[in-house]
């Protein structure tokens, strides 16, 4: 059966789907070889000693693999099976290195987890490879384009939107309430904006709001306010009596002022005393946001080069078939979407620090490298202040998909990254420039939620998110593409994945050929197309990173 992804170029008012074989109803008894499905082993590296089951629902005990060896276990899909006898204190190696340590010993055909595992210490930062990897010279992809917004300061939306910047979660009731009446009774005056979006936060008061790092908060509410998909329209909601003042969360300069009536950034202040009752606030926001619809709805959509996306990558709900399907897939759309002049971040710090040798290698130069020691370096200090360390990133869910450690998930996340060289590194909280494309790191917290907010203020105006365990994360500021790792999470989940990867696992698809349709579904998607967390209007809340004190 054909599961290519398929839509119909004229209607993007529909979802994404992911196409899967419908399954029969059996009306004959299984037979022995249903009962025993072929094994599937996957395996990395020619220095792998441990392989991951790819069947869905993985193997049983005394499962005669196509070695000859036997399984001594009970092996869940994409967990591991020894290829070999460990002794104590054996490398277990996958994608080539060691992901852990045998803490006993491990006979051949034993499903190995991590409670067998010793993890292996972080790499230093001393003698680190520095630009070391040159990637091989590609042709340039030309003539690839999207349909999107063009703004006045050169960057493209790929969606119309107003935000309502708010400056502390005190406010975040009313907006929410202005919100909705202005969804109901002013958007369907307005057929070009595609949605209001109030940009609320925990941030805002009640915090050491001049201390070194709260520039970090601060600058990420600003930068999200002057995203791509919001057209230069800065709308703002204040309380009045908060630490976090207007003019020092937009400060001259730092937006485009476009009405002249004021001089400083659009405001509805609730505490002004114009305001008498809850509807005299309500009423304002209305007003407010009615001057900002006008200019919204005479934008259209122009035919922009691919050069103009900026496509933030993250994973979350991992397993261990998301190295080996999904990021994979990605790495291979990220380095097209390279060739054809875009920009592409991956991030998630805990995420790729057992590989930061892989990144400074891959550096284009010495000082994005030390760029990137230094944002990992600073990291590390940060969780060290905790007392905790990278190994406390892994999740249960993790663990249950088959992932023992972060050194192993770490492997799998950094894929994503494809093989072009990394052009700039990017702290948490700024935004690039139009200097800065191809593939970036951009540093965030691995946190799905953070990492989201982080690349939302960093510029990015298309997200794709792989999963294994699966999660319905969405963002109301920026199409986010889902793309399952495995076809069992993809059927079951068929209307909130968009693309299902484990056709790779199942031998359907490659790498390559995956790739490839991620790409064109990015363009589709950028263009108009509703993934499906747009269909279902599915949101995550926006999560602020704030190493700063709370007071």
Partial sequence: MDQAIRYTQNDRSQPVRALL??????????????Q????????????????????????????????????????????????VDFAQDAPVIRYGLAIGYALKPIPAGSWVHERLLRMPEARNFENLPIATVKPASTEPLEGYTFEGYRNADGSVGTR?????????????????????????ELLPKYPNVDDVVGLEHTYGCGVAIDAAEAIIPIRTIRNISLNPNFGGEVMVVSLGCEKLQPDRLMPPGSYPIKDERSTGVDTVCLQ?????????????????????????????????????????????????????????????????????????MFSENTEVRDGVDQ????????????????????????????NVD????TTPGNKAGGLSNIVEKAMGSIIKSGSSAISSCLPPGEKLTREQRGLVYAATPASDFICGTLQLAAGMNLHIF????????????????????????ARRWHDIMDVNAGRIADGELSIEELGWEIFRLMLEVASGRKTWAEHWKIANALVLFNPAPVT
């Fill in 21 to 34: 074989p419908h399954k029969k109803e059996r009306k004959t008894p299984m037979t022995i070889e249903q």
């Fill in 272 to 344: 002004d005393s114009q305001h008498v009752g809850f509807m005299s606030m309500i009423q304002a926001i209305m007003a407010e946001a009615t001057v900002h619809l006008n200019r919204l709805n005479q934008r259209t959509r122009q035919t922009v080069p691919a050069s103009e996306l900026i496509v933030g990558m993250q994973c979350g709900g991992s397993d261990a078939l998301s190295g080996v399907t999904a990021n994979p897939a990605l790495g291979v759309a990220a380095d097209l979407l390279v060739r054809a002049g875009a920009t592409v």
């Fill in 466 to 489: 792989t999963t294994g365990r699966g999660t319905p994360y969405g963002l109301a500021e920026c199409p986010v593409i889902k793309v399952a790792t495995r076809t069992d999470l």
């Fill in 359 to 386: 990144l400074t290698s891959r550096a284009a130069n010495a000082s994005v490298a030390q760029d990137i020691v230094t944002q990992l370096g600073w990291y590390d200090n940060y969780l060290a202040r905790a």
């Fill in 160 to 184: 119309n939107i107003l935000a309502i910047t708010t400056t502390v979660q005190c406010v975040a009731g009313v907006v929410e309430f202005a919100v909705q009446r202005i969804k109901a």
């Fill in 36 to 83: 025993h499905p072929k094994p599937h082993l996957i395996k990395m590296h020619e220095l792998d000693n441990v392989a991951i089951v790819g069947n869905d629902g993985g193997l049983p005990a005394g499962t005669v693999l196509p070695s000859g060896l036997v399984l001594v276990n009970k092996v869940p899909q994409a967990h591991k099976v020894a290829l």
């Fill in 390 to 393: 990278r190994s406390a990133n």
